[in-house]
C-alpha cells in the first residue's frame, strides 16, 4: 500500500532540482507541514518563504518574484487559495501571465471533519473560469512527479490541486505515460466511457474491472488536464459508446462533469451523467467514508454504468 501522498511527491521533485535550479523558490502560508514542504524549508532556506496565514500575500509576493526571473511554487490550503486569495491568482498570475505555480493542497474534502470551511469542492470551476489559468489534478504520486518536472519546463501560470491522504498508485516509476496537456487512457471499451480527475481516476478504473467482469467494457480517461481540457482525447473515448460518465471529487457545477458534457454535446451528442460531490454540505467523515455514503467509489460507479448501458 503507497503511503506518499502527492504532496511529498511535489517536495521531492522540487527538493531535487533546488540542488541545482537557484531560481526556484517555495512559498508557503503556515502551511508546509501540511504541504510536506517543511523538508525543502530545512535544505534550502535561502528558496523558501514563509508568509504566515496570508494566502493573498503569498500569491501576490509570488507573481513579483517571477517577474525577477525566479520560479516560485505557492502551497496553500486548496479552500483558501482558490477563494481568499483569487483575485491575486486572476490578476497578479494569470493576467499579468507570471510564471506561479499555485499547489493547491488538502483539496476536495480532504479535511474531513473539518467540514466546509475547510472543504474545496468549487476550485476547478474557479480557477478553470480565469483565462490563461491551466488547472492539473494528477492522480498518483508518480503522474504528480511527471506534471511538476513538466511545470518547471515552462513559464505559464498553472493551479495544481492535490490531496491530503496517500492515494493508491495507478501507475509505476517504470510505466507512467505522460504528455503534458494530454488525457491518459487506461482501458480501452467501446461500451461506456469513465472520465475522472485526480483522486477519482483509481476508483474509476477499479470499476472498470468490475465491468468488464460483467461483460461490460469501459473506457476509462485520466482527466489529470481538466483546463486545457483534451478535446481530442475525449471525442476519441466517448465516439463509439452508448453512455459517458464522469467523475470528480467537485461540486457538481463548473467542474470536469460540466465541461466534458459541453464537449460531447457540441460535437457528438450523447448521454453524460456526473458522478460528484452534492450541492449540499458534505457528511462528515473520512475520505473514504464520504466517497462511499455519495458512491464515488468503484460500485458506484460501476453501477451507474450498468444502468446507462
Known amino acids: 500500500m503507497n503511503k506518499i501522498p502527492n504532496r511529498q511527491a511535489i517536495c521531492n521533485v522540487l527538493m531535487e532540482k533546488a540542488k541545482e535550479d537557484k531560481d526556484i523558490v517555495v512559498l508557503c502560508s503556515d502551511s508546509r507541514g ?53 483575485e491575486q491568482a486572476k490578476i497578479d498570475v494569470a493576467y499579468s501571465n507570471t510564471n506561479v505555480t499555485l499547489i493547491g493542497i488538502s483539496g476536495g474534502i480532504s479535511y474531513g471533519a473539518l467540514g466546509m470551511s475547510h472543504h474545496s469542492a468549487q476550485d476547478i470551476a474557479a480557477m478553470s473560469a480565469i483565462p490563461n489559468m491551466r488547472v492539473y489534478l494528477p492522480s498518483d504520486r508518480h503522474q504528480t512527479k511527471y506534471l511538476i518536472e513538466s511545470l518547471l519546463q515552462d513559464d505559464k501560470p498553472a493551479y495544481v490541486r492535490v490531496g491530503r491522504n496517500p492515494v493508491e498508485d495507478i501507475y509505476t516509476e517504470e510505466n507512467c505515460p505522460f504528455e503534458i496537456d494530454k488525457a491518459t487512457v487506461l ?19 477499479e470499476a472498470a474491472r468490475l465491468l468488464e467482469e460483467k461483460g461490460i467494457h469501459a473506457c476509462v480517461l485520466d482527466m489529470y488536464c481538466v483546463k486545457p481540457m483534451d478535446v481530442e482525447g475525449i471525442l476519441k473515448a466517448v465516439k463509439d459508446v452508448k453512455a459517458v460518465i464522469t467523475v470528480e471529487e467537485h461540486s457538481p457545477f463548473g467542474g470536469l ?51 446507462l448501458v
Open 187 to 205: 482501458t480501452e471499451g467501446d461500451d461506456v466511457a469513465i472520465i475522472a480527475c485526480g483522486e477519482m481516476v483509481k476508483p474509476s478504473y
Open 34 to 86: 501540511s504541504a510536506s514542504l517543511a523538508p525543502f524549508a530545512e535544505a534550502f532556506p535561502e528558496q523558501f518563504i514563509e508568509t504566515g496565514i496570508a494566502e493573498q500575500n503569498l500569491v501576490s509576493i509570488s507573481a513579483g518574484l517571477a517577474k525577477c526571473g525566479k520560479k516560485p511554487f505557492a502551497a496553500s490550503q486548496a479552500c483558501f487559495l482558490s477563494t481568499r486569495s483569487y
Open 257 to 307: 462533469g460540466s465541461m466534458v458534457s459541453q464537449v460531447v454535446g457540441e460535437n457528438c451528442p450523447k448521454k453524460v451523467v456526473n458522478l460528484a460531490l452534492p450541492d449540499a454540505p458534505v457528511i462528515t467523515g473520512t475520505s473514504k467514508e464520504v466517497f462511499d455514503y455519495y458512491g464515488l467509489n468503484a460500485e458506484g460507479i460501476a453501477k451507474k454504468a450498468m444502468e
